[in-house]
């Protein structure tokens, strides 16, 4: 079978978990499956395409204007549709949530993935997440529409459900992977003497970052750990003047992350990986952790507790004390931090994404008996 993929993550966004997700995805199928993925896509700056050997002409890369995204997003989307009326295939896949594709799908079935329900779950807590009420009413739009819905965790599905109102028996859960690769030499650049927590990734709304740093603030200060966020843009002026205010301006560091190699090795040397997040759809970062052998200290929330299991200690992000013990204790520990890098190598043989491809795959050919079966 050949599955049509739309363009929409590539055109919105450079870099991250979902362009990431279907660029293994897309090129797992490829690579090792009988079945053929096709791109939808004229022009993306996304570089985990490149990643991947998928081709795309990049779109005025060193130029920042107003309007740029607009015009690569018309551009493609344009072009999406005309491939829909002129290209064969069995199955359509959309890469986001919008559903400008349906009118032209011609009966064929199609499959949306649901990442998370942040918005849905946080807009009154975080006004600003309630802002994007369009998002909201697509993601609404397509579960309904859709032949099937992917769902990346159990959590995720249940929110799914619960929050559009959608047959359970519609949704199928299939994981995500690590792009990481399990065994790394460690890199010597970053320092082995000045010991650090690392917190990795967008720190705004649910990641709840100046409240975990205002909870572990003594710990860092009394053991003299720094925290290093790697990644997730340089620190706002908020995060700046509560650095101030709570005197660790020395203890707190941001690190851009160029690729991989460079992000593993700010994982193999941390003391550990903290993620004090309020909720996730999955937390990739989680299986990029194990696969560093670095020791985790995560929410008790949402996905997470289904993605780690055994293989990390537990905080309630709600509660500063329990944050403050739970980087205490991994500082502390060497048992448990032992421990849970050993369980975090057995944990990741249970994700990866060639099993992300088989189970989508599967997801397809479910989409296609329905399809035979109504004829």
């Known amino acids: 079978m050949t599955i049509f993929f739309d363009h929409q993550t590539f055109s919105r ?28 896509i004229l022009f993306s700056n996304t570089v985990h395409l490149d990643e991947v050997g998928i081709k795309a002409s990049k779109f005025f890369p060193k130029i920042h204007t107003p309007g740029k995204k607009h015009i690569l997003y018309g551009a493609n989307t344009l072009n999406s549709l005309a491939q829909l009326q002129s290209r064969p295939f069995d199955i359509f896949h959309a890469t986001y949530y919008h559903p400008y594709f349906a009118p ?92 650090y927590i690392l917190f990795v990734g967008k720190r705004d709304y649910y990641k709840n970052f100046m409240t975990f740093l205002k909870a572990i603030c003594p710990v860092l200060k009394r053991y003299k750990v720094k925290l290093i966020c790697a990644g997730g843009g340089p620190f706002i002026k908020e995060e700046i003047n509560l650095a101030h205010s709570l005197n660790i301006g020395e203890l707190l560091e941001y690190r851009s992350i160029i690729n991989d190699y460079e992000l593993q090795a700010l994982y193999q040397n941390a003391i550990a990986f903290a993620f004090p997040s309020l909720y996730e759809g999955f937390g990739i970062p989680i299986l990029e952790a194990f696969a560093s052998g670095c020791p985790c200290v995560v929410s008790d929330r949402s996905s997470l507790p289904e993605v780690a299991g055994n293989a990390a200690l537990y905080i309630d992000p709600t509660d500063g004390d329990s944050m403050a013990n739970g980087i205490e204790k991994i500082i502390l520990d060497d048992e448990v931090r032992t421990n849970l890098v050993l369980n975090g190598y057995k944990r990741l043989t249970q994700f990866s994404w060639q099993e992300t491809v088989k189970n989508t795959i599967n997801v397809y050919e479910h989409c296609l008996a329905i399809e035979r079966h109504s004829l």
Do not use: C, W
């Open 13 to 40: 966004h450079n870099f991250g978990g979902i362009p990431r997700y279907f660029a293994e995805l897309i090129s797992g199928i490829n690579t090792h499956s009988a079945h053929q993925a096709y791109l939808s």
């Open 104 to 195: 032209y799908l011609k009966g064929k079935p199609f499959v949306v993935t649901f990442f998370d329900m942040i918005h849905e779950l946080f807009a009154n807590q975080f006004p600003e997440l309630g802002y994007d009420q369009r998002l909201m009413n697509q993601k609404k739009k397509m579960a309904k529409l859709a032949s099937r819905v992917i769902a990346i965790s159990e959590s995720t599905k249940n929110d799914i459900v619960e929050l559009l109102n959608i047959d359970p028996n519609k949704v199928d859960v299939v994981y995500l992977g690590s792009s990481l690769p399990t065994i790394f030499p460690k890199l010597d650049y970053i320092s082995q003497d000045v010991p």
